[in-house]
């Protein structure tokens, strides 16, 4: 059985820290895997990673991916109070559907 | 930016009731989901569909569950007799090519 674990759980940081949030995953069949921001409703897609050690950019947030150690990690820098959400990360098998991680919850306070 | 919209954004329906939940992917996208998150769990996958027809569903996915697209443009799911432990958010979503999803705001279902 396909399975994505994300660690913390939870996490609570003041505004203007740097956090990193930990996927890892054991998988028959592996396409992609993709980040997700869940605040009030529905995933937001942030990232998509296929291929070992090229980072991804987007603002402050960055994310890299590690094919032969099955984890990916997601950076927030300077974070802001309006990071705060679920962070979901999913793997894509590409012949099947994603598997989800239970997310980790992070709260940034002022 | 195209999005996948969900109709209705709450639903409260009695046990034993059959609930009908709307979704309208993106436009030329060809593979449609249902997910569903009980509240504090993780998104659990329902059912993929491709080409008219049901391609993937999970145990979840058992006989009071049904997807139908009824024309061009709609996807929805049906949920026969609805139970207590039905009641989770609800999302739909779609993709192109079958990776890249978009989801839709989400259905909460409450079942009383």
């Known amino acids: 059985e396909d399975k994505v674990v994300q660690s913390p759980l939870s996490l609570v940081v003041h505004e203007g820290d740097t956090v990193t949030l930990n996927c890892s995953y054991e998988?028959?069949?592996?396409?992609?895997l993709l980040w997700y921001k869940q605040e009030k409703k529905a995933p937001t897609f942030l990232f998509m990673l296929?291929?070992?050690?090229i980072e991804k950019k987007s603002g402050r947030l960055s994310s890299i991916l590690d094919k032969k150690e099955l984890f990916s990690i997601l950076n927030i820098t300077a974070t802001q109070t309006g990071d705060s959400a679920v962070y979901l990360c999913?793997?894509?098998?590409?012949?099947?559907?994603?598997?989800f991680g239970k997310g980790t919850m992070l709260l940034v306070s002022p | 930016e195209p999005e996948v919209t969900q109709t209705p954004s709450h639903q409260v329906t009695q046990m034993g009731q059959e609930v009908i939940l709307r979704c309208v992917p993106i436009?030329?996208?060809?593979?449609f989901y249902w997910y569903r998150q009980i509240l504090g769990q993780k998104v659990e996958f329902l059912v993929s569909?491709?080409?008219?027809?049901?391609?993937?569903k999970s145990e979840i996915f058992d006989d009071q569950f049904s997807v139908e697209r009824p024309d061009g443009s709609n996807f929805t799911l049906k949920i026969r007799s609805t139970k207590l432990e039905d009641s989770a958010m609800y999302f739909c979503?779609?993709?192109?090519?079958?990776?890249?999803?978009?989801f839709g705001s989400g259905t909460r279902l409450t079942v009383v």
């Open positions: 296929t291929s070992s050690g």
């Open positions: 436009s030329n996208h060809l593979y």
């Open positions: 999913a793997v894509d098998p590409g012949y099947s559907t994603l598997t």
């Open positions: 998988v028959t069949n592996f396409r992609s």
């Open positions: 979503a779609s993709s192109e090519t079958g990776g890249g999803y978009t």
């Open positions: 569909f491709y080409n008219n027809e049901i391609s993937e």
